[in-house]
């Protein structure tokens, strides 16, 4: 990928100032709860949809908040220029090229709005915590993470796609850094099906213990039988969520990624769910690496590790994407618990900034940031 550096804070524009000055028809690409949340936002801020539009295969004479979702042929029909939106996010390669070619068409806007809380990334916002975003920078271990986080802060204030197709980086090297091949205890927060799990065997990972937590019913079902296929290899699979004290909380399921602890999902299912600090499920393990992907909960659930990773000095991966605010509490949190540790950060090829973590090593020799 190519270098990144921080914009400066003085008359920096956001995506939504682009917004209220594009002249061409603003059509909102995407439905569901993306389109929603875009919606809202666009509410807020004195913004219109003209018209929504969706994918071919996708366009079925359905109605979308008073509209009839158009397809691409129909926009080009009723609009001589107009300028798309995006209302969804995609790992998938051939929904990814498709953004790239009506990239070449219209002009394409993909804003930034939290998985998880109200925050949203913006002028004001930036301009507000521009010298934490820059310690942030500079306590980042080599130049890759830190044109990630440039790049990564720049799609935020842009809303361009563009940056995320070159700022990213392929999941072996990510895998490499963090050694992923030798990992013997593993613990999985927010294991979801058992994905990760699966990728760590497939790896040749000399797995001797796994512990997969998860809090969503149809995830947890999942979940346990896949541990149950793997035997004889010990898999605990707890049904609960990692946060930093034990009780009982209202979890919002969904059966998929959007679950969460700490908001009404999409499908907005509440189910009381049980809290269970990392420090308790850890007790006579030495884990060696310990993932993190919470919706939102990763604050949580890496106080209720401290005494783990205190004493265990484990590989630590922390999603850094579901709160606008994570890209600064979370590595200030990381290097408060492990001072020495050395702060790095990877992301997979996706729309919007999705899928970046926060990859922490018990490097020798590291250096402390007080800075930050």
């Not at 990213?168 to 050694?179: D, K, N, R």
């Amino acid at each position: 990928m190519k270098s990144y550096i921080l914009p400066s804070p003085e008359g920096v524009a956001d995506v939504w100032e682009r917004l209220r000055a594009e002249t061409h028809p603003l059509v909102i690409w995407g439905m569901g709860n993306g389109a929603d949340k875009l919606l809202i936002a666009f509410a807020e801020r004195g913004l219109t949809a003209a018209d929504f539009v969706a994918s071919d295969g996708f366009v079925r004479g359905q109605s979308f908040h008073g509209k009839r979702v158009l397809s691409f042929a129909e926009v080009r029909e009723k609009y001589a220029s107009p300028a798309l939106v995006m209302a969804f996010g995609t790992a998938r390669p051939e929904v990814l090229e498709s953004v790239l070619c009506r990239m070449g068409e219209y002009p394409l806007y993909l804003p930034d709005l939290p998985v998880a809380g109200e925050t949203v990334f913006d002028a004001a916002y930036y301009r507000a915590h521009y010298e934490e975003f820059l310690a942030v920078s500079e306590c980042l271990a080599d130049p890759m993470s830190r044109d990630l986080f440039a790049a990564v802060i720049t799609y935020k204030l842009t809303g361009n796609p563009a940056i995320l197709f070159d700022a990213w980086t392929p999941a072996e090297e990510t895998a490499q850094l963090l050694g992923l091949s030798a990992v013997k205890t593993y613990i999985d927060v927010g294991a979801y099906t058992g994905d990760t799990l699966a990728e760590l065997l497939a790896l040749g990972a000399p797995l001797t213990h796994a512990v997969c937590v998860e809090p969503d019913n149809r995830n947890f079902r999942k979940l346990t039988a896949r541990a149950e296929a793997l035997a004889p290899l010990p898999v605990t699979c707890v049904h609960g969520a990692a946060w930093n004290v034990a009780g009982t909380g209202c979890f919002f399921g969904s059966g998929n990624r959007n679950a969460s602890l700490l908001g009404a999902s999409y499908e907005n299912r509440p189910t009381d769910t049980a809290l269970i600090p990392i420090d308790t499920l850890a007790r006579g393990l030495e884990p060696d690496y310990i993932k993190f992907d919470t919706e939102g909960a990763e604050r949580q659930g890496l106080i209720g590790a401290a005494a783990t990773i205190d004493r265990a000095r484990p590989k630590l991966r922390v999603a850094a994407y579901h709160r606008t605010e994570d890209l600064i509490v979370l590595p200030k949190l990381l290097l408060s618990l492990c001072p020495d540790y050395h702060i790095y950060l990877r992301r997979k090829r996706c729309l919007p900034a999705w899928e970046a973590d926060f990859i922490a090593l018990p490097e020798k020799g590291a250096m402390t940031h007080e800075n930050v």
